[in-house]
């Protein structure tokens, strides 16, 4: 049933934490939404094109994820390329060459994303080089070539190395906010009359989540999974929420969700009426929680 079969298109931290987001709500928050159809039959598929999930991880973190993902009901789909997408299915492309088409209504691209046009149009007005991502590539101390007085910064840029290569920066807020912060500096060793240094990037660690008490992590070279990795996540990003109020409030509905296993609220969308759709009682009749309408039932949280 292409309805209950969900494609999630990259098994970076993003495609990983959604696939695990989704078998949770399918399996746990919606299981007793619905008369007429079981959530936990639903199929989530992660593709990935590499021959493991979570590739700037240590292959055992990998590992480790693909174990929580199984458990939650994730099929992964490695060394597997997608080369076409419609509304109602997905193709990809197997080692041995076959391409095998996927019956699916939902498809999540986790994979990445070209970068700005900005990026396009700087290179074309400096003579920069782009990559394949559309990516622009900068001087060791982020300025255009030939245009010193230019910065590029974030997820748009890769930055030379002064050797000919480019330093592997990840595309994450935590790399656009040192990139930002040593273009500051930069300027102001100008403005002191001191040269510029090149760029370097402080990897201060990466966390993945995958569902409930069940993450990877690995924060200079020490590696943590399962429970201790999901509580070192929680930490992390209630350290960086703004404000102590906005820190309590987001622990306390925190709280609350992992005792009840809540999700927020159910929005229906574009309901139906009686005489625009006979079938509406029925379908209303499949949810004993909800009216469902009979055309399209939204879940969010909020």
Request: charge should be positive.
């Amino acid at each position: 049933m292409p309805e209950m079969m969900f494609a999630v298109v990259g098994a970076g931290p993003t495609g990983v934490e959604v696939a695990g987001q989704l078998a949770e709500l399918a399996r746990d928050t919606l299981r007793r939404e619905f008369r007429t159809i079981d959530p936990g039959e639903a199929v989530i598929l992660l593709i990935e094109a590499a021959d493991r999930v979570l590739t700037a991880y240590q292959p055992k973190m990998s590992a480790r994820a693909v174990s929580a993902l199984t458990r939650l009901g994730v099929t992964p789909v490695l060394n597997a390329a997608v080369v076409r997408v419609s509304d109602r299915s997905i193709s990809i492309a197997v080692d041995s060459g076959a391409v095998q088409e996927v019956q699916a209504r939902t498809i999540i691209w986790a994979a990445g994303v070209s970068a700005s046009p900005l990026a396009r149009a700087l290179a074309q007005a400096s003579g920069a080089e782009l990559d394949r991502a559309g990516r622009i590539t900068v001087q060791p101390d982020l300025t255009l070539p030939g245009f010193p007085e230019v910065f590029a910064v974030g997820d748009m840029v890769r930055v030379c190395d002064g050797a000919g290569s480019t330093l592997p920066i990840p595309g994450v807020a935590p790399a656009a906010i040192q990139q930002g912060r040593h273009a500051a500096r930069t300027l102001r060793r100008r403005l002191a009359g001191r040269p510029a240094k090149p760029f370097t990037y402080r990897d201060k660690g990466s966390l993945a989540t995958i569902g409930r008490k069940a993450a990877v992590a690995q924060i200079h070279g020490a590696t943590l999974s399962g429970l201790l990795a999901w509580l070192a996540w929680l930490l992390v990003h209630l350290y960086f929420l703004m404000g102590l109020q906005n820190r309590f409030i987001v622990f306390v509905r925190w709280t609350v969700s992992f005792i009840t296993r809540g999700r927020g609220a159910r929005l229906i969308t574009e309901a139906a009426t009686p005489s625009d759709d006979p079938g509406r009682a029925e379908a209303q009749r499949a949810s004993p929680a909800l009216a469902v309408a009979s055309r399209t039932v939204e879940t969010t949280e909020r």
